[in-house]
């Protein structure tokens, strides 16, 4: 009877800590929202503009690369997994490379990426991205909000994706 009564216990020990082990983190869960975007989008910006925007998952689901405009002269964010956060290294025209940590809402799908550091930027005033606020809205609606740094001001520019069908 003991060793049955041991047996229970030692099953139900086992069970809760693996259940607990392989509870979602934060960064995983909000990652697995942006690896959800995969596919073409059509941007509204804020000056009244349009562009395309792609998601496509590379490196076996490790990244998830971003493409703002055409692939020649377009922009390029590549997103990864770092811990228990989620790291963003945006290839800029301007020449620069801004990297940003995110830090990840509750519900995993409001994303602020914060300024880290950068590589190539010509002079400390020169224009390179500072931030960037990533709202996940539903399968087919993401509102992007780039904030971006020249001559020591900051300005926004809004991109509200729809998911092309």
């Not at 216990?9 to 259940?19: N, Y």
């Not at 992007?144 to 991109?159: A, E, I, L, P």
């Amino acid at each position: 009877m003991k060793r049955a009564i041991f047996a229970a216990i030692g099953i139900a020990v086992l069970t809760a800590s693996t259940g607990y082990a392989q509870a979602p983190k934060p960064a995983a869960k909000a990652f697995d929202q942006i690896k959800a975007l995969a596919g073409e989008w059509v941007a509204k910006t804020s000056d009244g503009g349009e562009t395309r925007v792609a998601y496509r998952v590379a490196s076996a689901g490790s990244a998830v690369i971003e493409t703002i405009g055409d692939d020649a002269s377009g922009m390029v964010s590549v997103y990864t997994l770092d811990g228990d956060r989620i790291l963003m290294t945006h290839y800029c025209s301007a020449g620069n490379q801004p990297r940003m940590a995110a830090k990840v809402a509750p519900d995993a799908k409001t994303l602020v990426f914060e300024f880290v550091d950068i590589s190539n930027l010509s002079s400390p005033d020169g224009m390179h991205i500072r931030g960037l606020a990533m709202t996940i809205g539903g399968p087919d609606q993401v509102t992007n909000v780039w904030t971006h740094r020249m001559g020591g001001k900051d300005g926004d520019m809004k991109f509200e994706l729809v998911r092309k069908k």
